[in-house]
Every structure is written in structure tokens, then in C-alpha cells.
């Protein structure tokens, strides 16, 4: 098992430029979330899912878009990339359930300039 | 609101000693979890271990163990028999309750260096 897996590692943006994020599971997880990190400071939930077609706002949504089409993959969007969302961005999944630990992906480095 | 409080930006610790990383939290709720984390210098975050707040035993994996103080609101970390490996961010988190699923409220992170 793979776990969870991110692509890109690390990018580069200019502002105003788009991407997207891809977070990969393969332990049949039915819960995907998506955090950022920043220099000094815990993790902090942007958006999370329950199930496949279904999306939710975390602490830190503005900017952001999510999508989960499928149940294994969870896709984090950034429309016009602003430097202040230059970050460390983790994806995690976890079973069903409201006390079940959540796993992580490697994380995605971001800078956008 | 939540909060998770680690008071230790780093700590050092010689190799095959024992270290104790501090953590405290503040909740109203009855039930919760805390958690254990570890960032190695490759960033990623590896799951070490887990307390529930009704658990009757303090959670124990291996070299990591989990002092529990429920009165006190505290959950440190022990980690037995340091290795050079050990190196590393560890964060303290907690479980907070969403609509349908929970989120985790981390802390700040403890910097932990083994030296030989």
C-alpha cells in the first residue's frame, strides 16, 4: 500500500496563475481532507469531504475550490494564485467515522511568487 | 474554541535518553482524542500515537508512550531510549468535532534533536 500520495512535491507559481493539487488514497478511506502549513504554525484544515461527490468548508476555504469525483482521489484547486498562499499543503485521509485517525500524504511544496 | 499549547520551541536530548515533549490543551467538550505527530526533515507526517480522554490506560507504541493527565489537561509525550532517527518536529494535536467528521486543532510543534 501506497497510503497516501501528493502530486506535485514542490511547485512554483506566479501570482494570478492556477494549479491544481492531487491527493491520492488507496486504503478505501471514505474521509479526505486538506490542510496547509506555515512557518511556525500547526496544520490548518481548508476543506474536507465525507464521500465521494460531497465537498465541505474547513478554517481556511478563500481561495480555494475542492473536488472528489472519485472516492481514492481528492483535488485541491487553486484559481488565481496569491503569494500569501505560498505553504506546505497536506493531504490526509481516515476511515469512516468521527474518531478515527487521520493519515497523511508527503505534503506539496508551494511558492508563489 | 480549541487550542493545543506547546510550550517547547526545541529540546535536546543525547542518544538512548529518555525525553518528555510537553503538551496541554483546552477543550469543553467531555469526549476527545489527542494525538502525536512527527515531521521528519522530509516533511512528511507520520501518525505515532493516540489518547482518547475516556481511556482508562495511558496510550503506549513502541518507545512512545503518552503521559495522560486528564485533570491537568495535559498529554505529553515520552520517548524512551532516543535515536539519532528521532530527530525531528513533533506536534500535539487534538480532535475537534465538525458537523460530520472530526478536524485536528495542532500545536505550534516541539523541534526534538538527538545528539550522539
Known amino acids: 500500500n501506497a497510503g497516501v500520495t501528493q502530486t506535485p512535491k514542490f511547485r512554483v507559481l506566479k501570482t494570478g496563475q492556477s494549479m491544481t493539487l492531487l491527493c491520492a488514497q488507496d486504503m478505501n478511506h471514505e474521509y479526505m481532507y486538506w490542510y496547509r502549513q506555515d512557518p511556525g504554525m500547526g496544520l490548518r484544515l481548508i476543506h474536507y469531504s465525507v464521500g465521494e461527490g460531497t465537498t465541505a468548508k474547513g478554517e481556511v476555504p478563500d481561495g480555494y475550490n475542492v473536488s472528489r469525483l472519485k472516492k481514492q482521489n481528492f483535488l485541491l484547486g487553486l484559481e488565481s494564485a496569491a503569494p500569501s498562499q505560498t505553504s506546505v499543503y497536506f493531504c490526509?485521509?481516515?476511515?469512516?467515522?468521527?474518531?478515527?485517525?487521520?493519515?497523511f500524504g508527503p505534503g506539496t511544496r508551494l511558492l508563489v511568487l | 474554541a480549541q487550542k493545543i499549547t506547546q510550550t517547547q520551541p526545541g529540546m535536546f536530548v543525547q542518544e538512548k535518553e529518555a525525553v518528555t515533549l510537553d503538551c496541554t490543551y483546552d477543550t469543553s467538550d467531555p469526549s476527545y482524542g489527542l494525538f502525536w505527530y512527527k515531521q521528519p526533515s522530509s516533511g512528511e507526517m507520520i501518525f505515532l500515537i493516540y489518547q482518547g480522554s475516556y481511556d482508562q490506560q495511558n496510550a503506549t507504541e513502541g518507545r512512545y508512550s503518552l503521559n495522560f493527565q486528564k485533570a491537568r489537561k495535559s498529554a505529553n509525550l515520552v520517548i524512551s531510549a532516543s535515536q539519532l532517527g528521532d530527530s525531528a518536529m513533533y506536534f500535539c494535536?487534538?480532535?475537534?468535532?465538525?458537523?460530520?467528521?472530526?478536524?485536528?486543532?495542532f500545536g505550534t510543534g516541539t523541534r526534538l534533536q538527538v545528539f550522539p
Open positions: 490526509a485521509s481516515s476511515r469512516r467515522g468521527v474518531q478515527e485517525t487521520q493519515y
Open positions: 494535536a487534538m480532535r475537534e468535532a465538525l458537523e460530520d467528521t472530526d478536524k485536528l486543532i
